[in-house]
C-alpha cells in the first residue's frame, strides 16, 4: 500500500447553529479542479477525483469513510457509521486507527473528521464508537448528523424509544424465563429472537457499554462541536463547509408513522412488485408474550387467575383451558384427570403431538419488528454534485416504509422554481450502498433499484457473509438472492460485498473501484 501526503487542512470551528444553505446555482457553481485526497490509498488508484467512498471489509457492519476535495485546505471528511456485529474491541479499534491514519494531517496534530453521521441506534452501525472510544477521543469533529427520531424533545421519538425500550425488555425477560429456557429446548419458537436483540443488546464479550451509550456519546461531541444536527425528511440540499458543487439532500426516516413503522412485507407488496422477495406482532403480541410468561411462572393460584384473565391473549378462551395447580399446591380437578394426560399428551412417544410452545413461534416475529422498525428510522442521505448530477446515496438499513415515503419528499432548490422529487435523485445515483446487508426487504424493486438507471452504477454491500450464516438457528438469508441478481443486472456486475473472502475483479478499476492488498477496505472513486 502506498501512503500520499497531505496538506493541513483548517481545524476552526464554527458555533452557526446550521450549514451555510446558500448553494449556487448549477449554472454559475464555479467546480474546483479535481485534486488529489491523500490518505492510504491502493496500488493503481487514481491520484485526482471529485470523491472517494471507502467501505472497511472489517465484518458483518457499516463503516464508510467519504472524502471530497477542497480548494483551500484539506479534503472534507466524514464518516457513515462505525460498528460491526461479533467483532471485539481490538478489531474495532484497528478499524478507528486506520481511519485516524487516513486523515491524519500532515503537520502533524489531531485528524479531523469534519462530519460523523450516525444512520440508527444498532450495534452493526454504532459498535466502534463503543469499542475505539479512545481513538475516537482523539480525532477531533466538525459535526455531528443525526435522524429527527434521536431528538428526545421531539414527542414521537420520545414514544418510539419508549416502544423500543419495553420490547426489548419483555424480549429479554422471555429468553431469561423458565418458559423461555423451555422453549429454546424444545422447540424453534426463540431460535432467532437471542441474535436479533444483538444489534440492541448491551455490548457483553465485544466490549462495554450499550449501543446507547454510543448514540450519547455522538451527541456529546456534537454539542462540544456546538454542531449537532437532527436531519428532517425533505431537508436540503444543505453545503459541505468548504465543498463547492456538492449538495447533501436529506431522504428519510419519514413523519408519518403508518410508513415508519412499515416494515412488513405484505401480499400486496409482492404482486405490485414493491420488493425483491417475499413483521407484524406489534402491541398485541407483546402482549400476548407478557401473558405466556406470567402464567408460565406464577406461583399461587391468584396469580394464575390473574395472568389468565384476558382472554384476547391466550391460546384458548377460559372455558376452554384447564387451569394447572400453583406451585406446591393441590387442584381436585387436575388430579382426576392426571393420569390420562400422563399416558396422552405428558407420553414422551406423544412428543410430536404436544402444542406446549408452538403459540409461542410469534415471539421470533416479535423480535423481527423490533429489529425492522429500528432499521426503518434509518437516516438516508443523498449527495449530489450539481455540475454533472451524479448522485451518492447512503440509506442506512432503511426498510419499506422509509423508501415509500421518498415518493412524497421534495426539496426546494436554489435557483429554480421546480421542486426536485427525492425519487429524481435515485434516477441519477451512480453509487449505492445497499442496505442491510443486501436483506430482502430493505431496497425496494419499484420505487427503488428499478429507478437506478444510470450506466455507471456502482452498488457496495457490507456484509460477512460467514457471520450472518451463524445467526439464529438457521443464518440470515445475505445477500438475498432475488436482490442480488437484481442488483448484478442493473449494475452490470458492479456489485462488491465488504467479505475478505470476496475477490474484487480487476477490471473493476475501469469503473473506480479499487480494493487494497490487506483487504482492509475497498475504495470507490468519482472521477
Known amino acids: 500500500m502506498a501512503v500520499r501526503k497531505i496538506k493541513p487542512h483548517s481545524t476552526r470551528s464554527t458555533a452557526a447553529k446550521r450549514p451555510v444553505k446558500k448553494p449556487a446555482s448549477a449554472k454559475n457553481a464555479a467546480e474546483p479542479e479535481p485534486v488529489a485526497i491523500a490518505g492510504i490509498a491502493p496500488a493503481g488508484s487514481p491520484k485526482k477525483y471529485r470523491a472517494r467512498v471507502r467501505m472497511y471489509r472489517h465484518g458483518l457492519g457499516d463503516c464508510f469513510l467519504v472524502s471530497f476535495p477542497r480548494k483551500h485546505g484539506g479534503p472534507f471528511h466524514l464518516l457513515i457509521d462505525c460498528g460491526a456485529l461479533g467483532r471485539d474491541r481490538a478489531a474495532m479499534t484497528a478499524v478507528a486507527e486506520h481511519i485516524e491514519k487516513t486523515i491524519a494531517p500532515e503537520g502533524g496534530g489531531k485528524s479531523r473528521l469534519d462530519l460523523v453521521i450516525a444512520t440508527h441506534e444498532h450495534k452493526d452501525h454504532l459498535s466502534g464508537f463503543n469499542q475505539a472510544r479512545t481513538v475516537f477521543n482523539r480525532m477531533e469533529f466538525g459535526e455531528v448528523w443525526l435522524s429527527w427520531l434521536e431528538n428526545l424533545t421531539e414527542q414521537e421519538a420520545q414514544e418510539l424509544k419508549k416502544s423500543k425500550r419495553q420490547a426489548i425488555t419483555q424480549l429479554k425477560a422471555a429468553l431469561e424465563s423458565k418458559v423461555g429456557a423451555a422453549a429454546l429446548k424444545d422447540s424453534e419458537a426463540f431460535s432467532g429472537v437471542r441474535s436479533l436483540l444483538g444489534f440492541s443488546d448491551d455490548e457483553d464479550k465485544t466490549g462495554t457499554g450499550r449501543i446507547a451509550d454510543a448514540l450519547e456519546y455522538l451527541k456529546v461531541r456534537g454539542r462540544d462541536a456546538t454542531k449537532l444536527e437532527y436531519r428532517e425528511p425533505g431537508e436540503g440540499p444543505l453545503k459541505l463547509d468548504g465543498v463547492d458543487g456538492v449538495r447533501v439532500y436529506v431522504l428519510g426516516p419519514p413523519h408519518d408513522p403508518t410508513l415508519l413503522k412499515g416494515s412488513e412485507v405484505t401480499e400486496q407488496h409482492k404482486r405490485d412488485h414493491i420488493i425483491y422477495h417475499l413483521s407484524q406482532g406489534g402491541v398485541a403480541g407483546l402482549e400476548a408474550l407478557n401473558a405466556a410468561l406470567a402464567s408460565a411462572s406464577a406461583t399461587t393460584a391468584a396469580a394464575t387467575a390473574e395472568a389468565m384473565a384476558d382472554d384476547r391473549y391466550q391460546p384458548f378462551g377460559a372455558a376452554h383451558r384447564i387451569p394447572r395447580p400453583a406451585s406446591g399446591k393441590t387442584d381436585t380437578f387436575f388430579s382426576q384427570i392426571k393420569d390420562f394426560v400422563d399416558r396422552t399428551y405428558d407420553d414422551p412417544r406423544e412428543k410430536w403431538r404436544r402444542i406446549d410452545y408452538e403459540w409461542l413461534g410469534g415471539f421470533d416475529q416479535l423480535a423481527l419488528d423490533l429489529d425492522s422498525d429500528t432499521n426503518n428510522t434509518s437516516l438516508v442521505l443523498a449527495f449530489e454534485f450539481e455540475d454533472t448530477g451524479e448522485v451518492l446515496l447512503f440509506v442506512g438499513d432503511a426498510q419499506v416504509g422509509n423508501w415509500l415515503s ?108 479499487f480494493a487494497d492488498d490487506g483487504k482492509t477496505f475497498i475504495d470507490y472513486y468519482l472521477k
Open 406 to 513: 421518498w415518493e412524497d419528499v421534495k426539496f426546494r432548490v436554489p435557483g429554480t422554481d421546480r421542486r426536485l422529487p427525492a425519487h429524481d435523485l435515485l434516477k441519477r445515483t451512480v453509487f449505492y450502498k445497499v442496505g442491510h446487508h443486501c436483506s430482502h426487504n430493505a431496497t425496494l424493486q419499484r420505487g427503488g433499484l428499478e429507478l437506478m438507471t444510470s450506466d455507471k452504477l456502482v452498488a457496495f454491500i457490507p456484509l460477512d457473509k460467514e457471520t450472518a450464516s451463524k445467526q439464529g438457528k438457521h443464518g440470515w438469508d445475505m445477500p438475498a438472492g432475488p436482490l442480488y441478481k437484481a442488483l448484478l443486472k442493473h449494475t452490470d456486475k458492479r456489485v462488491h460485498l465488504s467479505d475478505v473472502t470476496e475477490k474484487v475483479p480487476e477490471t473493476a478499476g475501469k469503473y473506480g473501484v
